[in-house]
């Protein structure tokens, strides 16, 4: 199979294969040469068009527009072979329909120019003993009356003047026939070989005409009968020389050559069905000349034989084009399913961690909740494991920071790889193979810069939702600071600002009450997948605001219940001490029951508010979640869905332009015939 070629325009990021450019030429062509471009076919000019002329030039219509489509998929020299059609008929239409052309083809010594002589009714072909004989084609034209001549038609075959001639016996059956003596097409002589071949593409009927003794010539059988098996309608096959065999022979003869025919694809006309006829004749004696007429008669007088020769010409393009345009199954590929789209969306959103993401945001919930409810003596241990890890130089387990500048999330390349890939392979699965890698091609297109936009996604803030009662409080301190989006941190400190020289952390936290680091919530930490590589930081300009995340009014509730019970624990305990002292004191049990309301009720309000903030946690993960995978998907959508449902979309319409070229009537819904489905 060819391998396709894709075009410097193709491999660009635009869609256009110059399918407009060659409209336009249309367009803007002369009146005759813009009705040249436009169809192959029109009507005749006499009359209402067949169905069969509609049909054609319905089929060739689709084929030019095939051929504009499909000229950035495949290379060049797979749509001559069509182009080369298109030409023919365009050139054949411009000549009468009135004149038929048969040639007369065949082997050395097989008889065919004492078969023409005996068809025109005089010696106007040389015969003779020396082989070859017949150098130069020679026509014999049969006038169809007044009008235009045939002269156009022999142009067109280049045959010079000197070698034509007018039949010396009138036959109104023959009326409008140019009957070619062919050179042999086995001749020692290439010239010959080849001006058989030039005229054989582009005559409208073919005399086959074969001699008992190579009458199953294999060279013969393979490169001209099984090439023009699709053109059976306008062939005839002439056992010539009959009155060589004896009686009986001659039908053992015409059998033992009809099943070879057969064999080879070759439609035969019996039982009234069109096909080739198959008949014996013998030009020395003029034993079925006659009847040989007679068919040469029923062709030419149907002015239909150049309509069914360029119809078989489509038919064989459409059968060598077919592995191109019908994959391995006769049904149209599915493409892009949803099925197929919510796969490599779910691959994306892998690729991106955003389910790690959100459990890691709703972790970072959870830690804010607790840090904002929790016990003051749990923040107080809290706050000394923190600076045990910093005086060990140990990472501080406890600190999630995220702070304006950091690089964004990374994006796990393999994993992106393996999503493009998969959505290749799902979408082009039953394509041919021009169009599976034309797909191919356009979604590693697109993920090239898929990496560089999902970073850069990722690299911007969500936005900011209405009602964020902490966000004015964020701005005011960030300018305050002249560091906009700094943000609280686990610890002492709760804005990102230059250490003084000296400073040491804990000096810098000194002094600070316990609840005011929870004045600036920090952000989630979004860690990446294992296994993937950071990115480059993605260039944004000036550092935007952090977005700050929503405060709970109840957190602040929690807080001060927690102040109240702290300072109830500390009342209580001074308390008991100036009652040990000896200082009077009223009651005994009061100081008691504060100690122990505050030391019970503290871990008890802690409790109650981390089982409260689960179901906000939850759904602040999932929303974290949602947003990533939407960030995703918009990438892939833009980046490699777009480009591959282009890519799918003008092999649909390629296959639908292919079905009407192969169809005998010209309509997408017919299905395609076997003479084009079979390989022979």
């Not at 010696?123 to 003993?129: D, Y």
């Not at 919530?521 to 605001?545: N, Q, S």
């Amino acid at each position: 199979m060819p391998q396709r070629t894709m075009t410097a325009e193709a491999q660009g990021n635009g869609w256009d294969d110059g399918l407009i450019a060659r409209r336009a030429l249309i367009d803007d062509a002369p009146p005759g040469r813009s009705t040249e471009l436009a169809t192959a076919v029109p009507a005749p000019a006499h009359g209402a068009e067949a169905p069969e002329d509609r049909a054609l030039h319905t089929r060739l219509g689709a084929l030019r527009e095939l051929i504009g489509l499909s000229r950035a998929r495949l290379e060049a020299g797979v749509l001559a072979e069509a182009g080369k059609v298109l030409d023919e008929a365009a050139a054949r239409d411009r000549l009468p329909r009135t004149y038929t052309t048969v040639a007369i083809a065949g082997a050395t010594g097989s008889g065919k120019s004492t078969l023409f002589n005996a068809m025109a009714g005089a010696n106007l072909s040389e015969t003779g003993v020396r082989r070859p004989t017949t150098a130069n084609a020679v026509a014999c034209s049969w006038p169809a009356g007044k009008g235009r001549g045939g002269d156009g038609l022999l142009e067109r075959l280049a045959i010079p003047v000197r070698a034509r001639r007018r039949a010396h016996v009138p036959d109104p059956a023959l009326r409008g026939l140019i009957l070619l003596d062919l050179p042999d097409h086995d001749s020692i002589a290439p010239d010959h070989r080849e001006q058989v071949d030039r005229l054989l593409g582009l005559v409208d009927a073919v005399i086959w005409v074969v001699d008992p003794e190579k009458y199953a010539d294999a060279v013969f059988h393979e490169r001209y009968l099984r090439a023009f098996a699709g053109h059976a309608e306008v062939s005839i096959v002439v056992l010539n020389q009959a009155d060589r065999l004896p009686g009986d022979a001659v039908d053992a003869v015409l059998d033992d050559l009809r099943r070879l025919l057969d064999e080879r694809g070759i439609a035969l006309s019996e039982h009234g069905e069109p096909g080739a006829g198959v008949l014996a004749v013998s030009a020395l004696t003029g034993q079925g000349v006659p009847e040989l007429r007679q068919l040469v008669g029923d062709l030419v007088g149907g002015r239909s034989a150049a309509a069914k020769r360029i119809a078989a010409d489509v038919d064989g393009v459409a059968r060598r084009l077919r592995p191109l345009y019908v994959g391995e199954e006769a049904e149209s590929p599915a493409g892009l399913t949803q099925r197929t789209r919510e796969d490599f969306e779910e691959r994306l959103a892998l690729a991106v961690g955003a389910q790690a993401a959100g459990q890691a945001a709703e972790r970072g919930w959870l830690r804010r909740a607790d840090r904002a409810c929790g016990t003051p003596w749990a923040q107080l241990a809290r706050r000394m494991a923190f600076r045990q890890a910093q005086r060990r130089g140990e990472p501080p387990a406890l600190l999630a920071r995220r702070l304006a500048g950091d690089p964004p999330p990374a994006v796990s390349r393999p994993a992106l790889e393996q999503a493009v890939r998969e959505l290749a392979e799902d979408a082009s699965h039953g394509l041919p193979l021009p169009w599976s890698t034309a797909v191919h091609d356009a979604a590693w297109r697109g993920a090239q810069g898929l990496p560089r936009a999902l970073e850069t996604a990722l690299a911007r803030p969500p936005a900011r939702e209405d009602g964020d009662m902490s966000t004015s409080r964020q701005r005011k301190k960030g300018t305050a600071e002249g560091n906009p989006g700094t943000q609280g941190t686990e610890g002492k400190e709760e804005k990102a600002r230059p250490e003084k020289p000296g400073r040491t952390v804990a000096a810098a936290g000194r002094g600070r009450r316990w609840f005011a680091r929870h004045r600036q919530p920090e952000l989630t930490v979004l860690k990446p997948p294992p296994g993937t590589v950071p990115a480059p930081p993605v260039p944004t300009g000036p550092a935007a605001p952090a977005l700050q995340l929503p405060r709970p009014g109840w957190w602040s509730v929690a807080a001060f219940g927690q102040a109240m019970l702290l300072a109830a624990q500390l009342l209580g305990v001074s308390w008991l001490l100036a009652a040990l002292i000896g200082f009077p004191v009223a009651g005994r049990w009061l100081p008691l029951a504060l100690l122990l309301g505050g030391s019970v009720g503290g871990p008890l309000l802690a409790w109650t508010c981390r089982l409260a903030a689960r179901g906000p946690a939850h759904s602040w993960g999932r929303k974290e979640e949602w947003r990533l995978r939407r960030l995703a998907a918009e990438a892939g959508q833009s980046h490699v869905l777009e480009p591959v449902a282009a890519e799918l979309l003008r092999y649909r319409e390629v296959r639908e332009q292919y079905a009407i070229a192969a169809s005998p009537t010209g309509s997408a819904d017919d299905p395609i015939p076997p003479a084009v489905l079979s390989e022979g």
